[in-house]
């Protein structure tokens, strides 16, 4: 089902999409080589606690056996999305996608980033490039009166004209006093189609592009996901709120 919040649950998720906003610019000062993932996931947990927030993540999972077991999701090079930090120091040259969500008063908040661990490639920059564009390409589209796919089309198409791919098998979604509601936000689409957007929608856009394929696959960890074809990938999302013009961003950085 999905809802459409009120203007109180909304300033909520302002509230919270700054502490989301906040974990990020916080994890990215650090990114750089030789620091170990599990180093930069302590230094999100200790932010997120100081703001009176818990993290999303840490604990989320449909099999009880294995739940996420971090504060922060911390994918590298060819890693898509949902990897674990652990004891790996970063790299010279890799791309760190940065994928966090906060809960505070109920309500939830999710945005990424992927960032460049030093110098990187000229390819793995056009790559970060596309995809930061791509997700405010489809922002713009995030208007009442347009639908889900509106949105969709416009990051394929973005992606697709500058040679990446967008991965099929993840997509964006609905949040507020759950971390995924409905509508799931593809990143590829026909224009038209999908839910129509309200005002007071809430939802996360987050374009997943690879270098090469769009297919990927899940490790044995059961969360880690890697491009098939071991190309890297980058993401960039953020939580929007529909409003009678322009899209809100509510985990936007002030900084």
């Known amino acids: ?25 916080t994890v990215g000062k650090r990114v750089k080589p030789a620091v170990t993932t599990e180093e930069l996931d302590r230094i999100a947990e200790d932010y997120v606690l100081s703001q009176n927030a818990k993290p999303a993540f840490k604990g989320y999972g449909f099999d009880k056996r294995n739940l996420f077991p971090a504060t922060i999701c911390l994918s590298i090079d060819d890693q898509v999305v949902h ?21 505070k008063d109920g309500y939830y908040g999710d945005a990424a980033m992927t ?8 390819e793995k920059k056009k790559l970060m490039e596309v995809t930061e564009k791509a997700l405010y390409i489809g922002i713009e589209q995030a208007v009442a009166g347009n639908h889900v796919e509106d ?36 990143n590829y689409g026909k224009k038209g189609k999908g839910p129509l957007l309200r005002t007071g929608m ?3 856009i987050e374009p997943m592009v690879n270098a090469g394929t769009y297919r990927v696959y899940t490790a044995r960890d059961g969360w880690t996901v890697y491009t098939s074809d071991g190309k890297p ?4 999302e953020h939580t929007v709120v529909i409003t009678d013009g322009k899209p809100e961003i509510l985990t936007a950085s002030n900084g």
């Open 83 to 103: 990897g674990i930090p652990g004891p790996r120091k970063l790299e010279e040259g890799q791309l760190l996608s940065v994928d966090v969500g906060a809960i």
């Open 202 to 204: 809430t939802i996360a």
């Open 151 to 186: 949105i969709s089309q416009a990051v394929q198409d973005y992606v697709e004209s500058n040679g990446f791919s967008v991965v099929r098998d993840l997509v964006g979604h609905g949040i507020g006093t759950k971390l995924h509601e409905d509508p799931p936000v593809p």
């Open 1 to 25: 089902m999905i809802t459409v919040k009120t203007p109180r649950e909304i300033e909520l998720m302002r509230e919270v999409g700054r502490v989301v906003a906040g974990i990020l610019e």
């Open 233 to 236: 990938s980058a993401h960039f």
């Open 115 to 122: 960032f460049a661990v030093g110098n990187v490639a000229e």
